[in-house]
T-cell receptor, first 113, second 117 residues
Framework: KQEVTQIPAALSVPEGENLVLNCSFTDSAIYNLQWFRQDPGKGLTSLLLIQSSQREQTSGRLNASLDKSSGRSTLYIAASQPGDSATYLCAVANFYNNNDMRFGAGTRLTVKP | DVKVTQSSRYLVKRTGEKVFLECVQDMDHENMFWYRQDPGLGLRLIYFSYDVKMKEKGDIPEGYSVSREKKERFSLILESASTNQTSMYLC????????????????FGAGTRLSVL
């Protein structure tokens, strides 16, 4: 069974810093990997999706990488802003059943002004 | 933009009540999902549906049932609510990839925070 882990559970940085969030998964047979953002009391918003054949995806100040062989993904946020404060979750879709998505518990990010 | 609407943001129910959580999506997506989210546990899949009247159990279906009579609507039913069902419930939808639409990207509703007293 796929296990998805995100470390650290919480992270606090000053505004302007570049930062990296980590996601690891135990089974490399994945269809794709997604990074989501969740604001307090709200639903999830998809930020980036990386197909299993890809190594990275970029959107604005966000860059996500995928290393299937090591079971790792990172989300890089450049020049962090207070508005980036949220919980970030990664989710991995099963290669054999891509509706079967496994979520990490998330990293709660606080960017201080 | 895809819109997934959950009928209630907050619900307070009593133990033993029958509870209906409704979810509607406006993008003609084939797939719809119900998750619950608890601190430290992430999201766990309760049920999903890949077509009208079709459903499959997720990881934690016990105590829940679902209904999908129309493509745009997916309902989660707690037959007899219990205190351990107090949680945040999230609905999502995605395309199956037909018609060349982006496959597998799940779009989420705002969530329903359910408290069972």
């Amino acid at each position: 069974k796929q296990e998805v882990t995100q470390i650290p559970a919480a992270l606090s940085v000053p505004e302007g810093e570049n930062l990296v969030l980590n996601c690891s998964f135990t089974d490399s047979a994945i269809y794709n990997l997604q990074w989501f953002r969740q604001d307090p009391g709200k639903g999830l918003t998809s930020l980036l999706l990386i197909q299993s054949s890809q190594r990275e995806q970029t959107s604005g100040r966000l860059n996500a990488s995928l290393d299937k062989s090591s079971g790792r993904s990172t989300l890089y946020i450049a020049a962090s802003q207070p508005g980036d404060s949220a919980t970030y979750l990664c989710a991995v879709a099963n290669f054999y059943n891509n509706n079967d998505m496994r979520f990490g518990a998330g990293t709660r990010l606080t960017v201080k002004p | 933009d895809v819109k997934v609407t959950q009928s209630s943001r907050y619900l307070v129910k009593r133990t033993g009540e029958k509870v209906f959580l409704e979810c509607v999506q406006d993008m003609d997506h084939e797939n719809m999902f119900w998750y619950r989210q608890d601190p430290g546990l992430g999201l766990r899949l309760i049920y999903f549906s890949y077509d009208v009247k079709m459903k499959e159990k997720g990881d934690i279906p016990e105590g829940y049932s679902v209904s999908r009579e129309k493509k745009e609507r997916f309902s989660l039913i707690l037959e007899s609510a219990s205190t351990n069902q107090t949680s945040m419930y999230l609905c999502a939808s995605s395309s199956s990839g037909r018609w060349n639409r982006a496959k597998n990207i799940q779009y989420f509703g705002a969530g329903t925070r359910l408290s069972v007293l």
